[in-house]
């Protein structure tokens, strides 16, 4: 738990001083914070840079784990009358604090061989990741709705290990 609060607390003060910085003009927002609901389940940081550049920080949690993500991505504003409509992609690295197994616990078929769940001891991963995915930013409320896929592939335990994460993020727009 004391992990977890110290994640978040860096990431609330990275969002801060992201806030702080440079005015964005081209899309509907530049600062968001919200939910993200999937894997991994928490919050979600997003800071544009410019019209089509911009960094997502996830502070997640699954399981007996916490996982602090790191992504660069790149928007795409495909429909001229609707430009709170954008896709996105990109890339970045993220550093999970995984717990054990519960003793004596079978996991069951879906977690059968998934090294994050099945391990008796407690370890820390880090790998890189990929986002692809969509989202809206109403034009009358502070909301951004989006919703992502993010592969990720481990590079120290497990090496080559993949998996693939989908969730439904809802931010507020900050400014």
């Known amino acids: 738990m004391k992990h977890k609060n110290l994640l978040i607390t860096t990431v609330l003060a990275i969002a801060l001083f992201i806030a702080s910085a440079n005015n964005v003009t081209a899309q509907s927002y530049r600062n968001a914070l919200g939910f993200r609901v999937g894997s991994p389940f928490g919050m979600t940081f997003k800071h544009l840079f410019n019209e089509h550049s911009g960094l997502e920080l996830i502070v997640g949690a699954r399981g007996r784990s916490a996982e602090v993500i790191g992504l660069y991505e790149y928007h795409i ?53 990929g986002i692809v995915g969509c989202s809206y930013t109403f034009k009358n409320a502070p909301v951004n709705l989006g919703i992502d896929y993010k592969p990720a592939i481990s590079l120290n335990s497990y090496v080559g290990y993949l998996r693939g994460d989908l969730a439904i993020s809802v931010r507020f727009v900050l400014n």
Do not use: C, I, M, T
């Not at 079978?106 to 991963?125: I, K, L, Q």
């Open 77 to 129: 504003y495909p429909a001229k009358k609707a430009p709170q409509f954008d896709l996105y992609f990109g890339g970045g690295a993220h550093v999970g604090f995984y717990g054990p197994r519960a003793k004596g616990k079978d996991r069951g078929p879906f977690y059968s061989g998934n090294p994050y769940w099945s391990r008796d001891e407690a370890y820390v991963g880090v790998g890189l990741d």
